[in-house]
């Protein structure tokens, strides 16, 4: 019985320095050991880790004297010195083996502060360059259009109205500010449906992908007409004419006939109009902007009974910079 004790003594160290050296394991890493840690968030301050492996240290200490004065007392073993060292030398190896941990520990720690500062850094160098490529592409895809020459209004043909009502499709047509779609299609009769076709070149950058209109503003004496989108995704169709080789945008608008705003019999004499639009490369640049066209001599042609503009000045101003945007991005 001695002898199990005596060994029990002997090893009672050896036993403390591994349970304990798995207890501050745990307490450094938080973790249990044998399943994958979780993402951690190091609450604990490096000061209190220190404590805690102090205060390891001493329960260690404590427990390793407390056996050696037990087996002094009983008398179990009379070699003191040895006793001594035995002891010194177990607290030793307890001491650099938590050293060791709480180092580890630190190193992690900083290496994935580095880890993260390099992450944000190289995140941030991605994202820059990416908008460098992206404004490189855009300066180099752009278009730009000057509405030239004249702007030609007239009734819009009796089957493209039929397929207005039959496909309930109205992408092609702004309506006068107020007006509901819904009305148009209950009560046909009480509006009126008119196409404008306006000429265009392009005086800078590459070939036009799409046109669309988000705003036109007639002004007739002091009467001013505003027509506006009535679906999403509204654009014109973009003809070319043959006779003058140049590309044309054509778009309908919606009034009610009893406004005043047409007429087919005589010309109203519009002093200007306002044309608010977003014109569309063939690879995706967009330019916004705002052209002014002036008229002068407004007449009406015996032939086609078109009402023909001619425009004497026009004033173009740009919203913002190019940009890429979707075809079904809306134009501001």
Same mark, same amino acid.
């Given at each position: 019985?001695?002898?199990?004790?005596?060994?029990?003594?002997?090893?009672?160290?050896?036993?403390?320095?591994?349970?304990?050296?798995?207890?501050?394991?745990?307490?450094?890493?938080?973790?249990?050991?044998?399943?994958?840690?979780?993402?951690?968030?190091?609450?604990?301050?490096?000061?209190?880790?220190?404590?805690?492996?102090?205060?390891?240290?001493?329960?260690?200490?404590?427990?390793?004297?407390?056996?050696?004065?037990?087996?002094?007392?009983?008398?179990?073993?009379?070699?003191?010195?040895?006793?001594?060292?035995?002891?010194?030398?177990?607290?030793?190896?307890?001491?650099?083996?938590?050293?060791?941990?709480?180092?580890?520990?630190?190193?992690?720690?900083?290496?994935?502060?580095?880890?993260?500062?390099?992450?944000?850094?190289?995140?941030?160098?991605?994202?820059?360059?990416?908008?460098?490529?992206?404004?490189?592409?855009?300066?180099?895809?752009?278009?730009?259009?000057?509405?030239?020459?004249?702007?030609?209004?007239?009734?819009?043909?009796?089957?493209? /109205?039929? &397929? +207005?009502?039959?496909? @309930? %499709?109205?992408?092609?047509?702004?309506? =006068?500010?107020? !007006?509901?779609? *819904? $009305?148009?299609?209950?009560?046909?009769?009480?509006?009126?449906?008119?196409?404008?076709?306006?000429?265009?070149?392009?005086?800078?950058?590459?070939?036009?992908?799409?046109?669309?209109?988000?705003?036109?503003?007639?002004?007739?004496?002091?009467?001013?007409?505003?027509?506006?989108?009535?679906?999403?995704?509204?654009?014109?169709?973009?003809?070319?004419?043959?006779?003058?080789?140049?590309?044309?945008? /054509?778009? &309908? +608008?919606?009034?009610? @006939? %009893?406004?005043?705003?047409?007429?087919? =019999?005589?010309? !109203?004499?519009? *002093? $200007?109009?306002?044309?608010?639009?977003?014109?569309?490369?063939?690879?995706?640049?967009?330019?916004?902007?705002?052209?002014?066209?002036?008229?002068?001599?407004?007449?009406?042609?015996?032939?086609?009974?078109?009402?023909?503009?001619?425009?004497?000045?026009?004033?173009?101003?740009?919203?913002?910079?190019?940009?890429?945007?979707?075809?079904?991005?809306?134009?501001?």
């Amino acid at each position: 019985m001695f002898t199990k004790l005596t060994l029990f003594i002997d090893f009672f160290p050896l036993y403390g320095i591994i349970y304990l050296s798995l207890a501050a394991i745990k307490i450094t890493y938080g973790k249990k050991m044998g399943k994958r840690p979780k993402k951690r968030k190091f609450i604990i301050s490096k000061l209190h880790n220190i404590k805690t492996l102090i205060v390891a240290w001493s329960v260690v200490l404590g427990i390793m004297i407390l056996a050696f004065i037990i087996g002094r007392v009983s008398g179990l073993d009379g070699n003191f010195a040895f006793r001594i060292v035995e002891l010194i030398a177990t607290l030793a190896a307890f001491v650099v083996q938590s050293i060791f941990s709480f180092s580890v520990l630190r190193y992690n720690e900083d290496l994935r502060s580095l880890n993260n500062e390099i992450k944000k850094t190289s995140d941030e160098s991605n994202m820059r360059a990416e908008e460098f490529r992206i404004l490189q592409f855009v300066a180099s895809n752009y278009t730009v259009v000057d509405f030239v020459d004249h702007i030609l209004l007239y009734e819009e043909r009796p089957n493209y /109205v039929d &397929n +207005l009502f039959a496909l @309930k %499709d109205a992408r092609l047509y702004l309506t =006068k500010q107020g !007006i509901e779609l *819904s $009305n148009v299609y209950e009560k046909p009769d009480d509006y009126g449906f008119v196409s404008v076709r306006l000429p265009f070149n392009v005086v800078e950058g590459k070939s036009v992908g799409d046109i669309s209109f988000s705003r036109f503003e007639f002004t007739v004496g002091q009467s001013l007409y505003n027509f506006v989108p009535c679906v999403e995704g509204s654009h014109s169709l973009i003809l070319h004419n043959e006779t003058d080789d140049r590309e044309e945008a /054509v778009v &309908n +608008l919606i009034f009610n @006939k %009893d406004d005043g705003f047409f007429s087919p =019999k005589e010309v !109203i004499p519009f *002093s $200007n109009i306002r044309i608010y639009f977003m014109v569309r490369s063939l690879l995706g640049v967009a330019v916004t902007g705002r052209v002014e066209l002036y008229f002068t001599n407004p007449l009406k042609l015996e032939k086609t009974g078109e009402n023909k503009y001619t425009i004497n000045s026009s004033l173009f101003e740009a919203s913002g910079i190019p940009t890429l945007k979707q075809y079904n991005e809306k134009s501001n």
